[in-house]
């Protein structure tokens, strides 16, 4: 989480110095920045960063619908739409996208969607919609995003992977009946 412009600005000097990592690293990033229900929760200067620098440095990112929007200022309210925003960004060292909470209001009311896409092609992934909303799922789809790339699965498996670890997480604080996320045991060591 990068609450404030200088933060992300030091990352991405140390990321273009290339200073003490392997050639080969991965820098997947979350855009994080707000969503749709509570519109933006970061300084504003930061999501003018995100919009100036991103592009070209990570990997791969992981907005969701509404920071697809904030990076890009293209409308997102269908797939296609989502997808020809996420297609703008795979310039320099991008080369794929996991958008989440895609599309939203095209979904039924108990689906969620996830547009991947890459330099090579487009893939919808659709999943169930479980009815809490706890903070923290984003992240945990991004680390296992990661996870699952450095374990060498390709990018669509790995999206797969991380959603179905938000929905057991999910499930998991629905029966524990609590308002913070809780990962099953056994999480980490998978």
Known sequence: YLGRRGQFEA???WWDRGQGRPADAMLVIDPV???HDDGVYVDPALVSTFRERLAGHATGLTPNGFEIAQLTGMPVGTVDEVIAAARTLLVGRTQWLAVTSAAPDTCADDEMKIAVVTRAG???????RLPITPKGTGDLFTATVAASLVQGHGIVD???RAYEAV????????????????LPP????Q
């Open 186 to 189: 056994g999480t980490l060591t």
């Open 11 to 13: 990352l991405l000097d």
């Open 33 to 35: 920045m707000g969503d």
């Open 122 to 128: 487009t893939e919808v992934l659709v999943h169930p």
């Open 167 to 182: 929905l057991a997480a999910l499930r998991h604080t629905n029966e524990a009946g609590c308002s913070e996320l809780l």
């Open 158 to 160: 790995a999206a797969t």
